[in-house]
């Protein structure tokens, strides 16, 4: 049995309302002490200094480019980014090339990542063959291969009997649907969000109405089946509303956000900085406060990266023709750290939709500081400041939308299992 101590930590728990001084006490991976722990028979004791001692982030819908573009991002480079992040669990994407929509592809993702990624790998799968929404994929097959939730990501079912066919048999099977509610009529072509600022640039954009119509639409269709439904990113004060009736009245939908659209704005894109384009695209400055409002009152369940690795030719390009997308894995804890200095958001409650609501809606026992939880930590000072440099990310690529931007708060160590895995990274 390996026995590893924690102490002099202040310790974020995100199931209770503020951090608190105390230790850890960790035996073969798992946490089995909390608070005022003994160091009697420890292999090892981490002084951590009072510094914040906190569950390992759980980042929901990380583009990882295996198989198929592998020069963008590959499962080493993403487990390390992860590692040096804070993020311990990474729950990876179907759109790949191909996409994973067969037990087989499935199997090779995991094999990869079990191989070379140093942090816990969950790959979701698509929803529909292809991700064509034709015709959906073997979802009980795939539910056994590994799947832990099925979504074509930004390619939106638009054939209401394919969608509701699909949640019709994820109920049966219990299965976590994760959707992208952006009309894609009303998006295709879209840049930027429409308003003053898209008219000044020249830049075609999309109504913050796409979000709430494609949102209407699902909640209507979960009123039906009962799924199991989350959605990736709520961007927009349009779609609260929406949401927050759908949860009042039973409905079983979580939602998530990216930390992009809590930390940035329309505005960031001036100069047509291709880093910024993202999808959906960055919001007015009052839907990104409302949606920070959302995440402190619950409303939004959960802050994601949407880690999105794009290469240099891919953002090299004028504003409309480059590929929208940001890497996040390494900036993640530091943007967000931004909302907790602001006053907007306290660490518990930050952790909660980092950590302890995606592990819950997974149903992973992660995600939390208690007595048989396993031991996924990240160690990090809160008030370090520093320059972010992309050129030292570990992503293979390195379209980060804060190069350069001044930033608190630096990873110290990650664990995964109690097992250190920033050994030579940071």
């Known amino acids: 049995m390996t026995i590893t101590v924690f102490t002099h930590a202040q310790l974020i728990d995100p199931e209770t309302e503020a951090p608190h001084p105390g230790g850890l006490r960790i035996e073969d991976g798992v946490i089995t002490g909390v608070g005022d722990v003994s160091t009697q028979g420890a292999d090892t004791v981490t002084d951590c ?3 914040y001692l906190a569950p390992g982030i759980v980042d929901i819908g990380v583009k990882i480019s295996e198989p198929g573009e592998r020069h963008k991002e590959s499962f080493a480079s993403a487990g390390r980014a992860a590692a040096k992040g804070g993020v311990t669990t990474i729950i990876t994407r179907p759109d790949t090339h191909p996409a994973i929509d067969t037990p087989e592809v499935l199997e090779f993702v995991e094999r990869r990542a ?18 064509d929404g034709r015709e959906m994929t073997e979802i009980g097959f795939l539910m056994d291969a590994g ?7 930004d390619r939106v079912v638009t054939d209401n009997k394919v969608f509701l066919r699909a949640l019709t048999y994820a109920k049966s099977c219990g299965a976590l649907v994760v959707g992208h ?3 894609p009529v009303l998006s295709a072509g879209a840049a930027v969000t429409s308003g003053k600022f898209a ?3 020249g830049l075609p954009g999309v109504s913050p109405m796409a979000e709430r119509m494609a949102l209407d639409r699902d909640i209507a269709l979960l009123e039906i089946t009962g799924a199991r439904y989350h959605v990736d990113q709520i961007t927009t004060a349009r779609a609260l509303p929406a949401l927050t009736r759908a949860k009042d009245n039973g409905v079983d939908i979580t939602a998530g956000v990216s930390i992009h659209h809590l930390t940035l704005n329309e505005l960031d894109v001036a100069d047509y900085r291709t880093f910024f384009k993202l999808k959906p695209p960055l919001r007015s400055e009052d839907d990104r406060q409302a949606v920070i409002e ?11 990266s949407m880690h999105t690795p794009q290469d240099e030719e891919s953002k090299r390009l004028p504003f409309e023709e480059a590929a929208s997308g940001a890497v996040a894995l390494e900036t993640l804890l530091p943007a967000a750290l931004r909302l907790f200095r602001e006053g907007a958001i306290t660490l518990p409650q930050l952790w909660r939709a980092l950590s302890l609501n995606p592990a819950k809606r997974l149903g992973l026992s992660c995600g939390r500081l208690s007595v048989g939880a396993p031991a996924d930590l990240v160690l990090f000072d809160a008030h370090v400041p520093f320059i972010m ?3 030292k990310l570990s992503s293979k690529s390195r379209n ?11 990873v110290l160590d990650t664990w995964v299992a109690g097992r250190r895995v920033t050994q030579g990274l940071l």
Do not use: E, H, W, Y
């Open 114 to 131: 079990s191989q070379d990624s140093l942090v816990n790998v969950l790959p979701m799968a698509a929803l529909t063959k292809g991700r």
């Open 49 to 51: 200094g009072g510094a």
């Open 199 to 201: 008219s000044l640039r």
């Open 400 to 410: 980060t939308p804060f190069d350069g931007a001044r930033m608190q708060g630096r």
């Open 181 to 183: 509610v952006q009309d």
């Open 294 to 304: 959302a995440v402190a009152a619950g409303v939004i369940d959960v802050i994601s």
């Open 147 to 153: 799947a832990v939730a099925f979504s074509d990501c």
């Open 389 to 391: 440099d992309r050129t």
